[in-house]
Structure formats: C-alpha cells, structure tokens
C-alpha cells in the first residue's frame, strides 16, 4: 500500500464526482445494483461494526457531518466553503496484484476479501491512536477518541479502464468524532503524521493474508520481496503505459469539448463514447468492452498480446515462521531503515516499518497473529529510542523520538566541522593580479572565490540560482592551479557531477563515488560500515585495495561539495572523515531554500553555524535572467531576478504574486472552467511546459499565500 492522504473539503454533490474521479465508467458493470455506493463502519475502543450501507444521499449527508440515519448535525458544524469533509487514504497494492486477480476469479474475491480487513485493521487501529483538541484556542489539550466513523468505497478499475483493485477508506471528520462526551472535529495533521502506520497496516494486512496469498500460490504466483509478483512484474510497465495513453485521450477531449461548449460540464452521456474512443485511439484494433466480462476477457487479452501466458502450475507457500525471526535483530534493523530516511519519528512510523519487514519477510499468519508480531516489534523499538523533548505528555503524532545511531552520526559530524571552523586562515590575495577571469566576476563573486583559493580549512558559499556559484568555481580552479593545488568537486548526484566537470573544468565524481572509493560501503537499508584494505567486499566478493589512481586526494587540495543542501548526513560524515585523513581543505556550496536531502539532511545548517563567519559568503547579486528591451537588445531583468529571490525566501508573497500575474507570468480565471480551457497543450507524448501558471480565483481575490 502506497497511497497518501487527501482532505476532501468541498461540496457534498462534488464529494461524488470526486470519488467516480479516480476510476473509469467501466466500474459501473463491477457494481451491482442496489448495494449502495459505500460500506460504513463504527470503531469504538479499538473494536469494529459494520452498519447499514450508505446510498449516494446518505453520503453526501454523512459527508457534511450529519447523522445518515436521522440527517440531525453532529455537533457544532463549520459553514464555511472549504469546512473538510473527511480524510481519505486508499487502501491498494501493486499493479500486479490487480493483473492476477483479473486473470482468475478466486484470486479476485480473496483480494477483495483481505482489503476489506486491511481497512477494518485500519480503521480498529486509528480509533485507538486519532485524536481530537478540547479547549479555547491556544490552550488545546489532545484527547483520544470514543467513536470514530468510516466508509469504504471500491473501485475495481483506473480512469483508463485498466485494473486496478482499490478501497476509498473515508474518515468521518470535521467536528464529527466523538470524544469527551460529544461531536468534536479529528485532528487532521495528527492523521497526516499517521500514514506511515496507515499505509504498513494496509500492505502488510494483504501481503501476509494467508487466504490471499494461499489463491496467488495455486495458480503458480509468487511475490518479491518489494511485494510485485514476479510472474506478472513484466507486465505491469506495458500495461501502465496504455493505460496513460488512453488518459491523455480523455484529458484532451475533455479539453476540447469545454473549449467549445464554455460554462457547460460534460455529462455521462458524452463521457461514455469518449471512454470508446480514447481505447480505440490507443488501441486501434480493439473496442471497448462494456459488460463485466468483456472487460475482464479484454484485459486478458491484453496481457496475451504482451506475451504472457499462464502456468497453471500451482507453487507450494513456504511462509517464514514466526517463530523464527530473531526479534531484536529485526528492531536494530527497523531503526536503521528508520534512521536513513529522518531524524526524527513517531510511534506511528516505527509501526509502519514493523508492518513492511513483516511483509517483506514474507511472513504468513492470521491477522491476530501478524498484529502481536508488529505490537511487539514496535514495544521492542520503542524501547530503544531517545526521547528529544524533556517533556512528557508530548502528542503521539509529534515525531519525538530517534536513535542513539542517530546521534552519533550527527556528533561526529558537528565535531569535524567544529574542528574546521576553529582553525583561521587566510584568504588569496586578489588584487595583485587582475587577470581576465578576476575581470568577469562581481565583487560577491571575487570574495568567494578568493576564500576558496585561501587556506581556510571549512568555507562554505550560498546563493540562489543564478548567482554564478559555476563561474566562482571555474575561477576558484585557476587559481588554485596557480599555485600548483588541485579543485575536486563532487555533488550528491552523478548527473551533477558530470555538468560541473564540463562548466568548471575540474575533476568531479559524485559524493557517493568518492566515499566509496575510501571504502565506505552501506546497505538496502542504509546501514553503513568502512572496509579497510585487503578486505573482501561483501557485495562483489573482490579484495578492497584502497580508491583508485583518479580519486587520490591530496594534502591542500581543496574538495568542493557543490549542491550541498542535498547532501545527507551519512556521506557528509564520510566525506568529512576522508578528508580529514587526507588533509584537504573543504567548501560547501549551495542554497538552504532549495532541494534538501533525501534522507537525513541539515548538514549545510551545521556548516553555517560552525565555520568561521569570514569563511560564510553568500553571493547575492542575480546575473541569470534576461529580456529583451524596446532595441531589440537582450539586457539583464534584474526586476524578475529580485522576484526569484523573494520567491526562494517567501518575502511578501502577495506582492510577488501580484508582480508575476503583472509581468504575464500568471493568469487569472474567473472559474476551473476557464481555467482549463486556457491550458496550454502540447504534442501527443510531450509535457506541458507554460510561461504563464493559470489560477482560477474569485473576483478581486488572490490565492492563499
């Protein structure tokens, strides 16, 4: 289970059209007349009921926060026209769960069956971890809840038509939890801090259904550790393709269609056609299917074309026992999966990453048994995290919690730079010499580039895009070579990496490359161990001699981190320690407001606050955008490079906004409608590229800043 979280806020009516939005008209054949848009549940202490389903008016009543039953409000309800309505999360899996279970009925009715206690697992747990706020208006207080409600909604198709088996699992919020005696509103940004575990419950509550998978094994279906099924795995990239093929198909002719028809909303009537005709586009030798088992046969068919066909031989399932996963093992293992993504978590997220090595393991076990293991596994680490606020009673969603792992990175880290931030040196004199290089470089740009140049051992430059940091480092280089050192850029990514040693002209490599070259080596799971010399690589199996010839560093070289702001901990603290054995000099470079890290991050932070404030520039002046004036000439933009500027830091952004819509870089629409139609197309298979954002907004409004 991948999915996110949404907060629908929006009219009942539109609630919906909101929920046919993510599937095709082909669903209506699935769903059998009379059985009601949505099954709705009530969770009270951790226990689940189902109760009588809802129609599409009882929907949209339970949507707005009155009961379905009498239509009486719940409670003190927000009137406004944005008021949420409910939270969604869906409970899916991988596209080729979906493939399988359109190729053979039994398997359809166990997937369907084992989503529908995912989301009862779901929505048990949340009724026992969700909260609501009682209080004035800065003096809240978090309390749990006595009641929550929820509805599932399934989909059996995507909007192109192809399968894709997903349940709609709606929270009932909005002043509509019962807590503390009433009718109260859930806490929407606890729920957000809750989808690790929404989505780990949900994946794990499928992947190890012993009904599920015990279908998936008699026909010959096996899973991958990543949960796709290796027998259809394949298939999956072909049939997606087709699938956004006919979406494009249908964005275009509805395109069109407003275009013509302005103020007017397509239809059914007009809808079903174009489901027709986007299939026919895409495949010109097929028509679309309209009965259930039309469709079912057209997928089948498709697959056939794609080159599958089916074993029909059944595998034997050989689960993991229980029994026998080593249990602290598996927590130090959760922690490090935990500690390569953030540096801080939640309990919610420790469950989360217990439900997916669950998965992962391959364990099969009745739901009971799955929910002990993953109880536990999450107690057992829990245990062993830090707590970062001194404060007890802290919310659970907060993400309070780390490792000790964790903090043992970051220390070392700080120290090296400390240290470095603690030795003065001296810049490289620049005015002697006023070369031609020196002669295209404004002043922000010559201090850079003569700090770079001195014998400083940490500098760290920042600056927005187009502050010529390329062309600092291209003089940085000569310089350097002039007195007989070397520049040794890296960047956090290999892309990078090769643009920089084309514009600065200097040996670059990817931060990565170069750490691994020193032996640092690190796991799937992101744990990281150092091989020394003569060691064999526990990956390729070859003996470790030490970095080659090309990554030799030398003592006064100075190795560059460009993109710095990218950079996560882990390798900054590889990088660091190499240089410190090696005794180069070190500059960071990069923006604060732009990209950070994937993964655990920060370290541009910790260099400005320990490198020595005459070592910290920041080039400030914007040489990058151009226009044309009234000769024809191309001349500096300097207003829309100060706009870039305030964009980056978030200065005013009503005024900025208003000076973009000014200069045409955005357009206002009096309605979505409109909107739409003035959407800029492209070229079949092409993305949209536009020099002016539309925006739909009230009469004299402007978009939330």
Not at 393 to 420: C, I, K, Q, Y
């Amino acid at each position: 289970m991948r999915g996110g979280m949404k907060v629908y806020a929006g009219a009942p009516a539109a609630a919906r059209a909101y929920l046919g939005a993510d599937r095709s008209r082909a669903d209506d054949y699935y769903l059998a007349e009379g059985t009601g848009l949505a099954r709705r549940f009530v969770a009270r202490d951790g226990r689940v009921q189902e109760l009588a389903a809802l129609a599409g008016e009882t929907y949209e009543t339970w949507t707005v926060g009155h009961d379905p039953d009498t239509g009486s409000p719940r409670g003190r309800l927000r009137t406004e026209e944005r008021a949420v309505g409910f939270v969604e999360v869906v409970v899916n899996g991988p596209k080729s769960w979906s493939l399988a279970a359109a190729l053979h009925p039994d398997i359809a009715v166990a997937y369907d069956e084992a989503q529908d206690r995912a989301a009862t697992q779901i929505i048990g747990w949340l009724s026992g971890h969700a909260t609501t706020r009682v209080g004035p208006r800065g003096g809240q207080v978090q309390v749990p809840l006595e009641g929550l409600e929820a509805v599932t909604v399934r989909h059996y198709t995507s909007r192109a038509g192809d399968p894709h088996r997903h349940l709609h699992l709606h929270l009932q919020i909005n002043a509509r939890v019962f807590a503390a005696g009433r009718w109260r509103g859930l806490h929407t940004v606890g729920m957000r801090d809750f989808l690790a575990a929404i989505n780990g419950i949900g994946h794990a509550a499928v992947a190890c259904d012993p009904h599920f998978r015990a279908a998936l094994a008699g026909h010959g279906y096996t899973l991958h550790a990543t949960g796709e099924m290796r027998e259809l795995a394949a298939y999956v990239g072909p049939f997606n393709a087709r699938a956004a093929q006919i979406g494009r198909n249908l964005d275009r002719y509805e395109r069109d269609w407003i275009a013509a028809h302005p103020g007017e909303q397509p239809g059914p009537a007009l809808r079903r056609p174009w489901d027709a005709r986007a299939w026919a586009e895409a495949r010109p030798d097929k028509v679309i299917p309209r009965p259930r088992a039309a469709l079912t046969a057209r997928w089948r068919a498709e697959l056939t074309a794609l080159g599958y066909r089916d074993s029909a031989r059944p595998v034997a399932l050989a689960p993991t026992p229980v029994g026998a996963l080593d249990r602290d093992d598996v927590v130090e293992r959760m922690l490090t999966r935990l500690a390569a993504g953030r540096s801080a978590w939640n309990a919610a997220d420790v469950r989360g990453e217990a439900e997916r090595f669950i998965a992962t393991e391959g364990v099969v076990a009745d739901p009971a048994v799955r929910i002990e293991l993953a109880e536990d596994l999450t107690t057992r680490a829990m245990a062993r995290c830090v707590p970062l606020l001194e404060r007890h009673g802290a919310s659970e969603h907060v993400r309070a919690w780390t490792s000790p792992a964790v903090l043992e990175v970051e220390a070392d880290l700080t120290a090296r730079l400390a240290a470095r931030g603690a030795h003065h040196g001296r810049d490289t004199d620049l005015r002697p010499d006023p070369s031609a290089e020196r002669g295209q470089l404004d002043a922000g740009q010559a201090a850079a580039a003569a700090a770079l140049a001195g014998s400083r051992p940490l500098v760290v430059v920042e600056g927005a895009a187009g502050v010529g940091k390329t062309t600092t480092l291209a003089a940085t280089r000569q310089l350097l070579e002039r007195d007989g050192r070397r520049l040794v850029v890296v960047t956090p990514t290999l892309k990078g990496a090769k643009v920089t040693a084309v514009e600065v002209g200097a040996a670059a490599g990817s931060a990565a490359w170069l750490a691994h070259q020193y032996g640092w080596r690190w796991s799937d799971e992101g744990a990281w161990t150092r091989l020394a010399a003569s060691r064999a690589d526990p990956v390729t199996g070859t003996t470790y001699a030490g970095p080659d010839e090309r990554a030799c560093l030398r003592a006064g070289d100075l190795l560059v981190v460009d993109e710095a702001g990218m950079l996560d901990q882990d390798t900054a603290r590889a990088l660091l320690t190499v240089a410190d054995e090696c005794a180069v000099r070190v500059a960071l470079l990069g923006d604060r407001h732009q990209l950070s890290a994937v993964g655990r991050g920060g370290v541009l932070d910790l260099a400005v606050r320990h490198v020595d404030p005459t070592a910290h520039l920041t080039l400030q002046a914007v040489h990058r955008f151009t226009s044309t004036d009234g000769a024809g000439l191309t001349v500096p933009d300097g207003e829309y490079a100060d706009l870039t500027l305030a964009m980056r830091t978030g200065e005013d952004p009503g005024a900025v906004f208003d000076a973009l819509a000014a200069r045409g870089r955005i357009r206002l629409h009096a309605d979505p409608r409109s909107c739409r139609r003035h959407w800029p197309r492209s070229p079949p298979g092409t993305t949209a590229r536009a020099n002016a954002w539309p925006w739909w907004s009230t009469p004299a409004s402007r978009p939330p800043s």
